[in-house]
């Protein structure tokens, strides 16, 4: 699906952030090893999201007024569906995956609007450079 106007960037952003959530919430459940740190990241992608919409909202009229859009910005949730036995390794090296693409998405969104706005790409790339930290972090995990 191509994203052309913020809204569908913003849509995305929940979309992506919530299924990523549900995604470590599941497995935070079945692994104890990375319950901890798994239950952190889901409330760093609910914090992620509210900051994300924040940003957009604030300057939403601006946006309007200029006709700001994501033009050339694709979307598929790259979230892993792993059998319900996967290891806490196979989960581990998945997130890593799943984070990549997180941490691209947001990187190609803030580019696309750097133009015509501040906030929502100072916002995108905080996300993604908090996204490498999260990527290094589950690669020391594996």
Same mark, same amino acid.
């Given at each position: 699906? %191509?994203?052309?106007?913020?809204?569908?960037?913003?849509?995305?952003?929940? *979309?992506?952030?919530?299924?990523?959530? +549900?995604?470590?919430?599941?497995? &935070?459940?079945?692994?104890?090893?990375?319950?901890?740190?798994?239950?952190?990241?889901?409330?760093?992608?609910?914090?992620?999201?509210?900051?994300?919409?924040?940003?957009?909202?604030?300057?939403?009229?601006? !946006?309007?007024?200029?006709?700001?859009?994501?033009?050339?910005?694709?979307?598929? &949730? *790259? #979230?892993? +569906?792993?059998? *319900?036995?996967?290891?806490? %390794?196979?989960?581990?090296?998945?997130?890593?995956?799943?984070?990549?693409? #997180?941490?691209?998405?947001?990187?190609?969104?803030? +580019?696309?609007?750097?133009?015509?706005? &501040?906030?929502?790409?100072? !916002?995108?790339?905080?996300? !993604?450079?908090?996204? +490498?930290?999260?990527?290094?972090?589950?690669?020391?995990? &594996?």
């Amino acid at each position: 699906m %191509e994203l052309n106007t913020a809204s569908s960037v913003i849509s995305f952003v929940s *979309e992506l952030e919530q299924r990523s959530a +549900d995604f470590y919430g599941k497995w &935070a459940e079945r692994h104890t090893a990375l319950k901890t740190r798994f239950d952190e990241f889901v409330k760093e992608n609910q914090k992620t999201e509210k900051n994300i919409k924040r940003s957009y909202y604030s300057v939403v009229t601006d !946006a309007l007024e200029t006709n700001f859009c994501f033009k050339g910005l694709t979307a598929k &949730a *790259e #979230i892993p +569906d792993l059998p *319900e036995n996967a290891s806490a %390794e196979d989960v581990v090296r998945a997130s890593v995956d799943m984070e990549k693409f #997180i941490r691209d998405f947001y990187r190609q969104a803030a +580019d696309l609007s750097r133009s015509l706005l &501040a906030d929502v790409p100072r !916002a995108m790339d905080r996300v !993604a450079r908090n996204r +490498d930290s999260r990527i290094s972090e589950l690669e020391k995990m &594996a």
